[in-house]
């Protein structure tokens, strides 16, 4: 369960700026396309006022690769009208 006591304290102004900077992060990991879908994105997670403390668990290759797959496929299922693209990652 997360505090947010850390709230009670702003005036309005600060919450309206809270809240804007707190958009522009989800707009930003929202509009992200193709390939930047992936990755490790810990500026998002910088918006928050508390520190996660620890590293993320990476998966190893095999079962790493099987959840990649699994997210594309859920991205066909959920979006099956996108446009697709042929780009290669770095391009």
Request: proline letters at 8%; aromatic letters at 8%.
């Amino acid at each position: 369960m997360h505090d947010y006591r850390d709230l009670d304290h702003l005036t309005r102004e600060q919450l309206i700026a809270e809240v804007k900077q707190l958009r522009a992060g989800i707009r930003a990991h929202r509009d992200r396309s193709g390939h930047d879908l992936c990755w490790y994105h810990p500026h998002l997670w910088a918006l928050l006022p508390e520190q996660a403390g620890r590293q993320p668990e990476v998966p190893d290759w095999p079962q790493f690769m099987r959840g990649c797959v699994r997210y594309r496929a859920s991205l066909d299922a959920q979006l099956p009208d996108a446009p697709r693209t042929r780009r290669e990652f770095g391009e």
